[in-house]
């Protein structure tokens, strides 16, 4: 339980400085690739490699929820990390990346979650979103991507055009839960329900520094223990975005 509450306190200080991070690194690719066109030429590396920092922000969406179910408000995520690259022929023009990442991805909507007296925890629709100001469930993971790769890079190419698709397993390391309304405000933490791994497709395309992010899960965001009207709550995190690359 130490642990869990250390590093969710951790990931709560790593978000607040979350936009901060993705615009130095912003600044960074800027940098790099203004160095790279000054010294093009200079040193050609026959056995280069993609490696590389990523970061990127999305826009999530609960796939396959119930249709009295709705999202509301913004709903965000945040990613970092890095990938080794892989090449897999001559022309190192295509390749597999696997790497290690954090995500953190929150969502606006209205299935209240409340802590019973069992010690378990309660789900319930919210029918009116004028009632309350704020209702959200966040999580929290340490991410292993796995990609396949295409790319139009060289060895003096940093503008580049990809396509790298392929799937990311992901560990909660801890989850929240918050509701606010004009009388009162509650927060729960490490809640069981939440599937400990959760692992989907991911696609990413794009030029240069801009670069189109999707991610569709494959198993559902919470165990099938939770129900909502005697039927399991089976739904899904969609996101979708943009990924910048630093080399």
């Given at each position: ?79 970092l990390g890095f990938i080794k ?26 299935l209240q979650i409340t802590k ?75 809640i069981s329900s939440f599937n ?52």
């Amino acid at each position: 339980m130490i642990f869990q509450n250390a590093f969710f306190y951790t990931f709560i200080i790593l978000i607040q400085y979350m936009k901060t991070l993705l615009f130095i690194f912003f600044l960074i690719t800027i940098s790099q690739c203004s160095f790279a066109q000054e010294t093009e030429g200079a040193i050609v590396d026959s056995l280069y490699k993609e490696d590389q920092f990523y970061a990127g922000i999305s826009y999530n969406i609960l796939g396959k929820r119930p249709s009295n179910l709705s999202q509301n408000g913004f709903s965000l995520g945040f990613h970092l990390g890095f990938i080794k690259d892989i090449p897999l022929n001559k022309d190192r023009n295509i390749g597999i990346g696997i790497g290690l990442g954090y995500s953190a991805n929150s969502f606006n909507q209205n299935l209240q979650i409340t802590k019973n007296i069992n010690g378990g925890y309660d789900y319930n629709l919210l029918e009116d979103v004028n009632t309350y100001s704020k209702n959200k469930f966040s999580e929290h993971l340490i991410e292993l991507p796995i990609e396949f790769r295409w790319r139009t890079s060289t060895a003096l190419k940093y503008d580049f055009w990809r396509i790298y698709t392929g799937v990311k397993i992901g560990y909660v390391v801890a989850n929240t839960s918050k509701y606010i309304d004009a009388t009162e405000t509650f927060e729960n933490s490490g809640i069981s329900s939440f599937n400990e791994f959760q692992y989907g497709l991911t696609l990413c395309f794009g030029y240069n520094t801009w670069n189109f992010y999707a991610y569709y899960a494959l198993n559902p965001i919470f165990s099938n223990e939770v129900t909502i009207d005697g039927q399991t709550l089976d739904m899904n995190a969609i996101k979708i975005g943009l990924m910048f690359y630093i080399l």
